[in-house]
């Protein structure tokens, strides 16, 4: 499979029917993509899939459309969110989300409310990360400057791990440790039947170090699946790397 790495592909309608029709004639292999919800149409969907696109992978980030729009400077709604995942599904394209825990000046209501978000959705396979920002950027300094950030952080790359603790300093006990657990498990509970009433009860366990070998466990069985379908060797190699050195 080939992994497309532009986070808003493909901007340009017209480009993107000349580049299916080279892809599905020259290389016909399949291939993933991310894109932005608002960018993609239903005829630009139709000839992904035509082309052999196997999934769409589109930033969810939070439920709230208040949060995305005035913390995370994401101005999608939710009307765009959905559409796009409807016409994802329509296409029988796999869809996947990027999802983020633990947003300063949030609570732990806002990430569970995303979390139901995510289930009505219907997302396949959710990407969940530990929200950490980036030093001398806006939300950097705004959480410096409102004292929600310890003073020790450093940036710890996600390709490595989603699931650290958050930096920031929540005012409700024991957010930390729940937003830890809840991206842990997001990609076991997601598609479960399990009510959100019990997934906030499981979450506020101290089991952290178990949930995070759990999650540890979910992405080997995922990386061997994908080993054996030769879908992606390259990272099939590098989640059992990640098993083996990443630690806690």
């Not at 440790?177 to 997601?190: A, D, E, G, Q, S």
Request: aromatic residues 14%.
């Amino acid at each position: 499979m080939i992994i497309i790495e532009d986070d808003i592909f493909p901007v340009n309608e017209k480009w993107n029917e000349e580049f299916c029709k080279k892809f599905k004639n020259e290389i016909a292999v399949p291939f993933l993509i991310k894109s932005y919800p608002g960018y993609l149409k239903d005829s630009t969907v139709r000839a992904l899939k035509e082309a052999g696109c196997a999934i769409i992978r589109v930033g969810i980030e939070a439920f709230n459309e208040n949060i995305r729009k005035k913390v995370l400077n994401r101005h999608m709604t939710n009307i765009d969110i959905e559409e796009c995942f409807q016409m994802i599904h329509k296409y029988g394209i796999k869809a996947e989300g990027f999802v983020l825990s633990g947003i300063p000046y949030t609570y732990l209501k806002d990430d569970l409310d995303t979390f139901e978000y995510v289930r009505k959705l219907n997302v396949s396979s959710p990407i969940a990360f530990t929200y950490q920002p980036y030093p001398k950027t806006p939300l950097f300094n705004m959480s410096v400057r409102d004292g929600l950030i310890k003073q020790d952080y450093k940036v710890v790359p996600v390709d490595l791990f989603p699931s650290r603790l958050s930096p920031f300093i929540f005012t409700e006990k024991k957010r930390n440790r729940m937003v830890h657990n809840l991206t842990c498990l997001y990609p076991l509970l997601v598609n479960s039947k399990i009510n959100t009433r019990v997934v906030k009860f499981i979450i506020s366990l101290p089991l952290n170090w178990v949930y995070f070998l759990a999650l540890k466990l979910f992405c080997l069985k995922k990386a061997s699946y994908d080993a054996r379908k030769r879908l992606n060797f390259r990272m099939a190699l590098f989640a059992f790397y990640k098993f083996i050195f990443v630690t806690y």
